[in-house]
């Protein structure tokens, strides 16, 4: 299922968290992480249940149905950590206040009584794409292959974006 265009609103940082509203802003008419996380977690534990003590206990499809909500829950907080600048805004909290708080230098906000950097995640582009699609393939590519298709992905990427595409 696709969902429409995404509005400017979603991709607008929340004074009250320093997040993107759609991470967990709940405030608006958008997906938000949080909400998704809520829902997988809650509709695995509902078919664990069903599955250990549910008038058809034992039902295989239940256990199968509990496992992958559970695993599309556990690899969403994965990707916040792995796709956010999580990581490093909690570095500089801890006081190592060189590490780049990728989303730039003159982004910071105030937030209860303190400037901080927002909490952003990434984008997955057409080169992240390729890496997703051909992943161990690219092992069989010399690394001047993989670099030029990089570069062509990117050009093209470029010339889609300056022809409004």
Known sequence: RLRGPVEKIETEIDSRTGMKNYI??????????????R???ARSIHYGRLY????????????????????????????FSAHS???????RELGYNSVFPHCGTRTEIHLHGKRVYPLVTGTFGAVDFLHSVIGEASDHFTQSEVDEVDVALKNAEGASNRSGG
């Open 24 to 37: 967990a802003n709940e405030n608006g008419n958008w997906a938000t992480s949080a909400a998704y996380l």
């Open 39 to 41: 829902y997988s977690f």
């Open 52 to 79: 250990t003590s549910g008038s058809k206990k034992g039902n295989e499809d239940d256990l199968c149905e509990a496992l992958r909500c559970l695993g599309q829950a556990l690899h969403t907080m994965e990707d």
């Open 85 to 91: 600048n999580y990581c490093e805004l909690a570095l």
